[in-house]
């Protein structure tokens, strides 16, 4: 079993940024692939960025690349999502995602493949 908290969420003007962290508990960290995903209303959930068991490999979606990056701190038990140069289409409710099926140098990019949520933290940007 692996719990996720999500936090760093909230209102943020465009052009500006957030980092989103999780913090996992109740699995050996290392085991586990991690994602960030995204939900904007009446739309399906989007995989925004994923990371390898040993962060060697990631994946962004394209409307994130350049300006996302995605990290994991083993020592914390954290992953960490830094968005900048936000866009009002950016707005959804950005959930991690946990997979301890994915193999090693492998990210998961299919939200099949993850089976521990965190609860996800809003995030609106105005334009």
């Known amino acids: 079993q692996v719990q996720l908290v999500e936090s760093g969420g909230g209102l943020v003007q465009a052009g500006g940024s957030l980092r989103l962290s999780c913090a996992a508990s109740?699995?050996?960290?290392?085991?586990?692939?991690m994602g960030w995903f995204r939900q904007a209303p009446g739309k399906e959930p989007e995989l925004v960025a994923a990371i390898s068991r040993g962060s060697a490999y990631t994946y962004y979606t394209d409307s994130m690349k350049g300006r996302s990056l995605i990290s994991r701190d083993s020592a914390k038990n954290t992953v960490y999502l830094q968005m900048n140069s936000l866009k009002a289409e950016d707005t959804a409710v950005y959930s991690c995602a946990a997979s301890e099926t994915t193999l090693f140098g492998n990210v998961a990019r299919s939200k099949t493949e993850y089976q521990y949520w965190g609860r996800g933290t809003q995030v609106t940007v105005s334009s």
């Open positions: 109740g699995r050996t960290f290392s085991y586990v692939a």
